[in-house]
């Protein structure tokens, strides 16, 4: 497989099909990235593209990232607080998510607990402080290492790991004060 910056190099050095492989690999995740964040998918949607044109301007000056995968999520999520500090910004929340890929022999009811777990863990993340939060999807839905995560949040590593244990702490807890969970959530703490 090309690296990140194999084919950051070539679209450096002309080739137009290397970038748009960058983006096939990274439009997925960083859509769904910035959906968890803005919960408004036509606004994730725009923010991805002005992610990836900022990095195709960044490399147009010559300027490849050396963490070319911290730097895309960072630079989405700084978009993501200029948002929220701009002026238009309005706390309008768009409930739809991204569907979970699903196999042919899922069931019906797996596919639905799946998703019923999903939106409660979601739910429940919006009560941890931002970092926490950012650093928990960044982790386990991104799927980032912990020193990516540190790139990406300007963070040292062990200040990322505390925030990542006491963030799944503070979800276990909340999870356990709940009344009326269901096993599934139950099994997935």
Known sequence: MVSDDQLLLSYKEG???????????????????????LKDVA??????????????RQVKKGEIPSQVKPWVYRVALNLCRDHWRSAGY????????MPDAVSQDTSVVEIYEKQETRKHI???LDYLSDVRKN????????????????????LPVNTVKTHLYKGLKELKKSF????????HEQRFL
């Open 43 to 56: 606004k994730a949607e725009d923010m991805t593209q002005e992610t990836f044109i900022k990095l195709m």
């Open 15 to 37: 080739n137009a099909g290397a970038f748009e492989a960058f983006v096939h690999r990274y439009h997925g995740p960083l859509l769904g990235f910035l959906i968890r964040k």
């Open 122 to 124: 979601i739910a429940q």
């Open 176 to 183: 356990a004060q709940e009344k009326g969970g269901s096993e």
């Open 90 to 97: 309005r706390s309008e929340f768009c409930k739809e998510e």
């Open 135 to 154: 650093i928990i999807i960044l982790r386990f839905y991104q799927d980032l290492k912990l020193k990516e995560i540190a790139e990406v949040m300007d």
